[in-house]
Antibody, heavy 122, light 110 residues
Framework: QITLKESGPTLVKPTQTLTLTCTLSGISLSTSGVGVGWIRQAPGKALEWLAVINWDDDKRYSPFLKSRLTITKDTSKNQVALTMTNMDPVDTATYFC??????????????WGQGILVTVSS | QSVLTQPPSVSAAPGQKVTISCSGSSSNIGKNHVSWYQQLPGTAPKLLIYENNKRPSGIPDRFSGSKSGTSATLGITGLQTGDEADYYCGTWDSSLSAGLFGGGTKLTVL
C-alpha cells in the first residue's frame, strides 16, 4: 500500500522559513522513473504546482517561486523535504506531496498525501 | 491566472454527460501528456486520467479523456451526484521545465 504524509508547522510568521516533510510508505525514492512533487492550494483557489525531485536527484521548480524553494530527499528515511523562504500571508495554503511518474512526456501525480494546512500570520 | 485554461464551472443533470475542456499551448499540452484530477470537497486530489486517455485501476469507464493539438477534454457520462467536485487538468511545460495545473472546473450535478 502506497501512502504519503505531510508534516511540519501549521502556523508560521511572516518572513520565516517553512520546512515541510513528506514521508513515504510503500514507495522507494530510488525507484527509477519515480519522483515526489509538492503542490499547494490556497483556500478556495486552484492547485499550484511547486516543485518535484526525481529518483536521480533531478530537481525542478515553479519559475514563479524558484528563488524561494528548495526540495531535497533523504533516501535512507524515505522522505522528501520542501523549504520555502520568506513566508507571506499569501502563502497560506494546504500543501500536498504526491508521487510523480517521471517519464518522458509523463508527469502525472498518482498518489497524494492528505495535505497540511499552513497558515502564515503574525 | 493559470497557463492552462478551463471553464470555471459546468453543470448537468444526473444521468447526463458533461465535458470539461483544458486549453494550453505548444510547449505544454502540445508536447506532453495530460492528466486529470478529481477533488471532492475537503479532500486531496485523485488521479482520474493519465497519458491523455488512460484510467488508473478503480476509475470507472464513465470517465474518459482525449487530447488534440494543444487542448484536452475530460468526459463524464452517466453523471451521479457523487461526481460533484472540482476537476483539474495537469501537464508538464517543456519551456518552463515545470508542472502546470488548470484553474479548475466546478462540476454541479443538478
Amino acid at each position: 500500500q502506497i501512502t504519503l504524509k505531510e508534516s511540519g508547522p501549521t502556523l508560521v510568521k511572516p518572513t520565516q522559513t517553512l520546512t515541510l516533510t513528506c514521508t513515504l510508505s510503500g514507495i522507494s525514492l530510488s525507484t527509477s522513473g519515480v519522483g515526489v512533487g509538492w503542490i499547494r492550494q490556497a483556500p478556495g483557489k486552484a492547485l499550484e504546482w511547486l516543485a518535484v525531485i526525481n529518483w536521480d536527484d533531478d530537481k525542478r521548480y515553479s519559475p514563479f517561486l524558484k528563488s524561494r524553494l528548495t526540495i531535497t530527499k533523504d533516501t535512507s528515511k524515505n522522505q522528501v523535504a520542501l523549504t520555502m523562504t520568506n513566508m507571506d500571508p499569501v502563502d497560506t495554503a494546504t500543501y500536498f506531496c504526491a508521487r510523480c511518474i517521471a517519464a518522458p512526456g509523463r508527469k502525472e501525480l498518482d498518489y497524494w498525501g492528505q495535505g497540511i494546512l499552513v497558515t502564515v500570520s503574525s | 491566472q493559470s497557463v492552462l485554461t478551463q471553464p470555471p464551472s459546468v453543470s448537468a443533470a444526473p444521468g447526463q454527460k458533461v465535458t470539461i475542456s483544458c486549453s494550453g499551448s505548444s510547449s505544454n499540452i502540445g508536447k506532453n501528456h495530460v492528466s486529470w484530477y478529481q477533488q471532492l470537497p475537503g479532500t486531496a486530489p485523485k488521479l482520474l486520467i493519465y497519458e491523455n486517455n488512460k484510467r488508473p485501476s478503480g476509475i470507472p469507464d464513465r470517465f474518459s479523456g482525449s487530447k488534440s493539438g494543444t487542448s484536452a477534454t475530460l468526459g463524464i457520462t452517466g453523471l451521479q451526484t457523487g461526481d460533484e467536485a472540482d476537476y483539474y487538468c495537469g501537464t508538464w511545460d517543456s519551456s518552463l521545465s515545470a508542472g502546470l495545473f488548470g484553474g479548475g472546473t466546478k462540476l454541479t450535478v443538478l
